[in-house]
């Protein structure tokens, strides 16, 4: 009853088919109802879900975190997540742990549908879109974990962080986009977009919408936004993801003083990374100055 938890279309028996109605019904979306008895049992399936786990349970409370949460190019919790055993991209690695309680992403449906055929409890944590949206879902997780004041104690940091980057923040403000590999940009209802409006940093008017898109050198260099931030660096043309990157053209309309570094891992997730994301762009406003 494999199932892989990376969003893959994977083929349910039919003898499960009959449980996924039930697995709705029973699965609580962060955000919603929480359990009246704290879990002791707690399993996670999702990279965002490691992190604020680690960020807001006791290590008693946790019996696994998913393969990514030592990946210190996706996690800001690689240090303490070390301690834990790791689950693998299945349902069997799951169940066998007998956990009270599982912490999924949104694109792992098909191994929730198993999950919950199984009898487990299967709590969706949700993909925030905004700084708004990760207090909310600190707060709802620390009730769900038993440990509300936890919850708090992180959603004020967040909002203290918040104040601290808007305090510094570009006046007048400039555009931004956020420039991957290829000539993919961050859309504009991304957390990351969020992120940069606290700083001053607002999408030109030609900036992709929704999650994002890609954007043509072309365009760069012709109506290009003021700044770029750049998540992963590329010193070189390694391959052709690097050599948009580091055209000579782009970097001759971008130089440092027009280009910032905010890591991808740092605006993935709620929670921890997010606190972390708020104080590396406040650092990194310094260069635009």
């Known amino acids: 009853m494999t199932a892989k938890g990376q969003g893959m279309d994977v083929r349910i028996a039919p003898r499960w088919k009959a449980a996924i109605g039930a697995m709705f019904a029973l699965m609580l979306v962060v955000g919603g109802a929480s359990a009246v008895e704290p879990p002791r049992r707690i399993v996670s399936f999702n990279l965002c879900a490691d992190q604020l786990l ?8 946790i019996a696994a975190l998913s393969p990514y949460a030592t990946d210190a190019s996706l996690s800001v919790t690689t240090e303490q997540a070390a301690a ?9 690695s799951v169940v066998n742990l007998a956990p009270d309680l ?5 694109t ?19 993909l925030v879109r905004n700084i708004d949206e990760a207090r909310a879902q600190v707060r709802e997780l620390g009730v769900l974990l038993g440990h509300p004041e936890r919850g708090e104690a992180l959603a004020s940091k967040l909002k203290h962080a918040e104040n601290d980057l808007a305090a510094v923040a570009l006046k007048p403000p400039r555009t931004a986009i956020v420039l991957q590999r290829e000539g993919y ?21 030609n900036a992709r919408g929704g999650i994002g898109g ?8 012709t109506a290009g936004p003021d700044v770029l931030v750049l998540q992963e660096p590329a010193s070189g043309a390694t391959d052709q ?8 053209a782009l970097r001759a309309r971008y130089d440092e003083t027009r280009r910032i570094h905010l890591p991808s891992r740092d605006t993935l997730c709620g929670g921890p990374a ?4 708020l104080g590396v762009l406040k650092h990194e406003l310094q260069k635009l100055r």
Do not use: C, Y
């Not at 834990?84 to 069997?92: A, C, G, L, R, V």
């Not at 599982?102 to 949104?106: A, D, E």
């Open 54 to 61: 680690l960020a807001l349970a006791d290590p008693s409370q």
């Open 84 to 92: 834990f055993p790791k689950i693998d991209w299945n349902s069997e």
């Open 102 to 106: 599982v912490l999924s992403g949104f």
């Open 108 to 126: 792992d449906r098909p191994t929730q549908a198993i999950l919950a055929a199984a009898g487990l409890r299967v709590v969706q944590v949700a």
């Open 185 to 205: 940009t961050e859309g504009t209802e991304s957390l990351v977009a969020a992120m940069l409006a606290v700083a001053g940093l607002t999408p030109p008017p």
């Open 214 to 221: 890609f954007m043509d050198m072309e365009t760069l260099l």
């Open 241 to 248: 993801g690097a050599l948009f990157l580091t055209h000579p």
């Open 274 to 277: 997010l606190l972390e994301g």
